[in-house]
């Protein structure tokens, strides 16, 4: 059984949605309120983990939010509205990833040195965190958003192949590959660690 | 399964997207291999450590809607003030939008430029020519079936290429000093033949022979393209009665086509020229008639527009006593090949030179059918070029040969004949016509004497090249784009002594006026001249 067999979309089904676009295409702007409050959770959390920065997440956040505002009405009813804004999430991800990467190194405020003086993994959740989080950094941009929509947005093989504009075998490899990377950076700081 | 499999297996294991054989061996491996096994291990923490971190609460969200609208408000403030711009007209809109313009442009303006270019004009030109030799030609009707773009030289190139033709390119076999008349040929009368090549056409290559005395005369050679693919345009032209009369003709046609062309030479009772054309083997035979009428060089040129090498040259002579032409008085020049020609390394398919194909022509074309009524048919701005053009003309010539013209030309009336404005109703006949009779009253001991100027127009094949002709004809004269003149003094002595100084120019129009080419001068004179 696969993982996301086993774990529930916790996505909002699509009619829900769908609803909502109606109205708003109606006039309704409290229905893209709606919308904008279903989502800016999830988006912010999708882009703070790839960002790994609070302002930049936040206006990237907004930024998918206008899009989607301007794009829906040209949006095609019955596609699916979650995988359609997700995509436009990662686009702007990208963009602004390459733009933060022109402005010069991104400084974090934990180096992977200091990690190693952290406590064990198994002790502290919010070393884990950190952890997780600093070494989902050191990823390439690829990998890191595939990790990202399968763990922590749980999206199906096929959602993330549709939001990463592939197929369903590349997005698998993808995640694979990704799992791979990330277990090879994690291990060396675990072996120091014993 | 060995440990160089496993590593890529972990993932899809951990995820149960291996088959059920497949998952038994990679975890039969994993039984017996530490190294692997510690390998899954991490693999499951890092995935633990994602799940975990997922599962964990999250840093509370911070409801953006409000500085959400505000940033739509100042948004659609900002399209606003834009005038109607899009909100994506930033530079990175504009940039891609900026290139479609530079290209819409650039076509606009190679269209504009093509449509008024002077390449233009001079398919225009080429097609009145041709239409006007269709009236006016009951007996051959010509049509212009095909007209090809070829490419023109740049500036360099045509240098290069006039120099190489003009300089070089000429190869003279004097058959009479090399070996005697061939049996029945007529050891009396010496024969000088000729055989020149050289680049007459970007492209392209001529061929030319040129015997003296031989009444009857047949010329058989294979021309071999280097292209097979490509099909040969023949153009072809003959000279008999003395170079009195020049007719020319043009054949094209592809590799397995053939053409015959019969010109009747009115002006002399020698009979007839044929010409074979087939199959890239070119021919010309002459029979029938007196022929000790006949004194005169004959010539054949041929052009070809392609490059290739030349084979199996041979030349049949005969004496004057018309004897019949037999095989065995071929020459053959087997010991003597001709170098390979090859043709200036001019890439093809860059529109220009313009050639046209005609269909098969089997009538005899009366010369006067072939050039006079273009300039009749001219409009009033194609003639005020071609005014300017030889304005340009003869202050270069005046500047050039002014001593050594003043006995033979008054060259301001070279000048003075450009000014039709001046003389009503001024034709193409009687311009030349009135220079030739004034000279020869100037200059009574010239047994003839004549004046050639000949331009042409932009444009053709590259088939023709100049032909001296003589008073009186004007010569519609296709070679490359631009205004191609070429001026000519040819007076000659009862005895056979002549007199030759010309000039060869290159005017092509540019958009920033003309620009003119020197490109040949070519004088020789004996000591009896004046």
Known sequence: ?194 | MNCKHIPNLLSPLLDGELSDNTAAQVRAHLDTCLVCAAELTAMQNAVALLQTDAAAPQLPTPDLYAAFQQRLVTQSTQTVFRSGRSRRASPAWLLPRLAVCVVGAVCVGNTLWHKFSPYNRAERYLLTAASSLSQNSAASPMHVNEIRRYRAPNGREFTRFFNTWWHNGYAYTRASEQKPPAAGGDAANPVDFALSYGYSTPGGVMLSWNAGNPANNLVRFDWVPSDPLHPINYAVQYNADRCASWFQQIVAHGKTAQAQVKVRDTSSNSGQYTLHIGDLKAGLKRSDGPEDTIDAPDALTMWFNGEGSLHHFQELRHSERGEPLREDTFVDYPAQPLPQIAAPNVPRNRPVVLAYKLPRITTPVPSEHLVKPVWLTMTAEEKKEVRHAIKIFAEIWRAHNAARLRNLVDTDRLLEITRPDKRAGLTSDNIWQRVWLDHLRQQPQWQYFAINVDFAFEAAPPLLDEVPFNVGEWNLDHTLPGLNVLAWVNAGLADGQEYKTGIRLYLVKRPTGWKVYQFGLMHTADASTP
């Open chain 1, 1 to 194: 059984m696969t993982n996301e067999a086993a774990m529930p979309l916790t996505i909002s089904p699509d009619s829900e949605d769908q609803t909502l676009i109606v109205q708003f295409l109606a006039g309704e702007e409290r229905a893209f309120a709606a919308l904008f409050r279903k989502y800016q959770g999830r988006f912010l959390c999708v882009a703070r983990r790839f960002l790994n920065d609070e302002g930049e997440a936040e206006d990237v956040t907004q930024e998918t939010f206008l899009d989607i505002y301007y794009g829906l009405r040209g949006f095609r009813r019955g596609s699916s509205f979650h995988t359609w804004a997700y995509r436009i999430l990662v686009r702007k991800c990208g963009e602004r990833r390459k733009r933060i990467a022109r402005r010069g190194p991104v400084s974090t405020s934990i180096s992977m040195e200091n990690l190693r003086d952290l406590p064990a993994p198994e002790d502290l959740p919010i070393a884990d965190s950190l952890l997780i989080q600093e070494t989902l950094q050191r990823l390439p941009d690829e990998a890191r958003m595939t990790l990202i929509l399968k763990y922590y947005e749980q999206l199906s093989s096929e959602e993330i192949a549709e939001v990463l504009n592939c197929n369903v075998g590349q997005a698998k490899m993808r995640a694979h590959r990704a799992k791979n990377a990330l277990k090879d950076l994690l291990k060396p700081l675990w072996e120091n660690k014993e």
